[in-house]
């Protein structure tokens, strides 16, 4: 804006004589004007931006636009949206100490939720913070007794130190100080807190790296590990980008093990802890990656089941069952089975087993715990059956039958490592 000493017009535009003037904060420092040129000039020309003389000094006046006989008011001037003491103040009442600049007012979020979003709406926050969004649905369902959901993006290393311990917590009781609870949680406010949370973490490009297996000879190593195959343009960061990628882990099941789908509960990755270049390894949830993978939409999940069984050889050496295949917490064959719904809406099983080694004792257990569970006579209930591990499961199929099986491995790895059409 400029400013006539003299005549106190105000333009956007210098002219002769006239003085710059910028908004100034309490802090003395300079920032910037609300309205933009093109609106500026529009209000100046209409008299709803001037300027005036106060105690030696030139100010910009904007005129609020009101209809006539209504006073103008402020909708976010209440208290419970200060910042400090609902924002800052609380935060550290649940988690014990200042971790987190510059939490919003969780009053101020659950105002504009409360606005914006229905009883049983899904709210979505992509740059969580603190967790100010989490907290505020929590709030309002046990205020309404709503049955919001949230979910939350984060990528900073407070999501560790201070929006999950924040959401454990408010979901326990709303009450806290100095990272105490001040009281147990009524009924009805247990009723509506969150039953799951489930913590979904993405795998980092450090923990790719980290989970790269490599074929590399003694000559190679002892080059890469010369002073010239340093720096950002060096052979080393070329190797990398380049060769490693490309060559030497081609093949290798670096990224995804398939033979280690033999135990699916025991699948694990090096994984970089956060805030550290510390890696450790973790059991990555193959059922729910894969889940995800085939963009199955869950209908159930049951729970594990172990067998355990005999076997003999019948007069012309086949393998057989002796006796049934008996229910037993220790037993070495163990089953856990997904049902739900691809996106192209075909009912799908998905098997999970644990191979014991023996391809032809596994897949004769296989097929008589198939077989018992009913599958192999109910037609209509599958469209597609997946199964880890080579099996024989087409073998019992009629010729009415409509069901496919597909091997997991296979299409994990597929999904994983496609990149045509991306």
């Known amino acids: 804006m400029y400013v006539h000493p003299a005549t106190k017009e105000v333009s956007v535009d210098r002219v002769a004589g006239s ?9 003395g420092e300079r920032r910037i004007w609300r309205v933009n040129p093109i609106g ?5 020309a209409a008299g709803e931006i001037s300027a005036i003389e106060k105690a030696g000094r030139l100010e910009i006046v904007k005129k609020t636009r009101m209809p006539r006989g209504k006073k103008p008011k402020t909708l976010w001037n209440s208290s419970k949206y200060s910042a400090t003491t609902h924002g800052t103040k609380l935060l550290i009442d649940v988690v014990g100490r200042q971790r987190f600049n510059y939490p919003k007012s969780v009053y101020l979020v659950a105002d504009c939720l409360r606005y914006w979003c229905d009883k049983e709406d899904q709210v979505l926050d992509y740059f969580a913070g603190s967790g100010t969004t989490a907290h505020a649905v929590i709030n309002l369902n046990r205020e309404d007794g709503g049955g919001r959901r949230f979910v939350l993006v984060e990528m900073g290393d407070y999501f560790d130190t201070v929006l ?8 326990f009781t709303p009450e806290w100080k100095d990272a105490k609870p001040k009281r147990l949680a009524t009924t009805e406010e247990a009723a509506y807190s969150p039953r799951i949370v ?14 790269l297996e490599i074929r590399r000879t003694e ?22 980008l380049r060769y490693l990628l490309d060559v030497e882990t081609r093949g290798s099941q670096s990224l995804l093990n398939v033979e280690a789908f033999t135990d699916p509960t025991a699948y694990k990755l090096k994984v970089k802890r956060p805030g550290s270049d510390e890696s450790r390894a973790i059991n990555v949830d193959l059922l729910e990656t894969f889940n995800w993978l085939i ?5 159930h999940i049951a729970a594990p089941r172990a067998f355990r069984t005999a076997f003999e050889r019948d007069s012309e050496k086949r393998l057989r069952l002796k006796g049934r295949l008996r229910q037993e917490a220790d037993g070495p064959y163990w089953f856990r089975t997904v049902t739900g719904t691809t996106p192209d809406a075909r009912r799908t099983l998905v098997i999970w087993r644990k ?8 897949n004769l257990v296989l097929d008589e715990w198939f077989t018992k569970q009913g599958y192999s006579a109910r037609d209509g209930k599958f469209d597609l059956i997946y199964v880890n591990g080579g099996n024989n499961l087409e073998n019992l199929k009629t010729p009415d039958d409509r069901w496919k099986v597909r091997l997991i491995e296979e299409d994990f790895h597929r999904l994983m490592f496609d990149t045509e059409g991306i």
Do not use: C, H, M
């Open 164 to 171: 999950l311990p924040r959401l454990k917590k408010v979901t």
């Open 295 to 299: 963009g199955l939409t869950v209908r």
């Open 355 to 362: 191979l014991s080694g023996e391809p032809e004792r596994d």
């Open 198 to 211: 489930k913590v979904v973490r993405l795998e980092s490009y450090e923990d790719a790296l980290n989970n």
């Open 19 to 27: 003085q710059e003037i910028w908004p100034i904060d309490p802090k």
């Open 40 to 44: 500026a000039r529009r209000e100046i």
């Open 219 to 240: 000559e190679q190593q002892l080059l890469l590990g010369a002073s010239e195959a340093q720096g950002p343009d060096g052979l080393r960061e070329q190797y990398i």
